[in-house]
């Protein structure tokens, strides 16, 4: 692969991690579930960073009836700093939806439909599922170039860092499905 080129899809079924010396505040520290990669970009969704939002303001926004206090009081995740007005559920597959498209080798969905919504309010939406506002987006040849400095580490991904790890601890665990210990990780890489 030269600089200026791209293998679609060699991101795909991937978290991006940030390394430690990640200068951006809006990603330092930050995991993100790549949904789409290709010669023209790339778009993934931040699973770590918790917004000012919980799930019933946005039922309420949208005017989605749910009785469910504890489903209510959960959090909305900030996606990324594109399109913060939109928003993505990340769920377990199964039910189809109006709008998903299946990522990680069909092990989540991503849907972008009212309709899940409607489903998770009612006690009837996929069994795992987190909500975010706004994505993470790269224009070509972008994130390449982030890779080659070294800002970023690629792991496959996993279902249980995605939707079971507390929010404080992806990062960590991320980053250890490597198999490197993170006091190892410096805050500047090279190249061979």
């Not at 970009?41 to 770590?48: D, F, L, S």
């Not at 960073?49 to 489903?71: H, M, N, P, W, Y």
Request: proline fraction near 5%; aromatic fraction near 6%.
């Amino acid at each position: 692969m030269t600089d200026d080129q791209t293998i679609d899809g060699y991101l795909d079924n991937q978290l991006l991690v940030a390394m430690p010396g990640m200068l951006d505040p809006g990603f330092a520290r930050s995991v993100t579930l790549m949904c789409q990669h290709t010669s023209e970009g790339a778009i993934g969704i931040t699973i770590n960073r918790e917004s000012s939002f919980t799930l019933g303001e946005i039922f309420d926004q949208l005017k989605v009836e749910c009785e469910d206090e504890a489903l209510r009081a959960q959090p909305v995740l900030e996606g990324g700093p594109v399109s913060p007005e939109r928003g993505f559920v990340l769920h377990s597959p199964g039910r189809g939806f109006e709008s998903s498209m299946n990522l990680a080798g069909g092990s989540i969905a991503v849907t972008t439909s009212r309709d899940v919504l409607a489903a998770i309010a009612a006690g009837e939406g996929p069994d795992q599922f987190l909500v975010a506002l706004g994505y993470a987006g790269w224009t070509d040849g972008q994130l390449e170039a982030e890779l080659r400095e070294n800002a970023w580490l690629s792991v496959p991904t996993d279902q249980t860092i995605v939707f079971d790890a507390p929010l404080a601890e992806r990062w960590n665990r991320a980053v250890g499905n490597l198999g490197v210990d993170i006091s190892h990780l410096h805050d500047h890489g090279g190249r061979a």
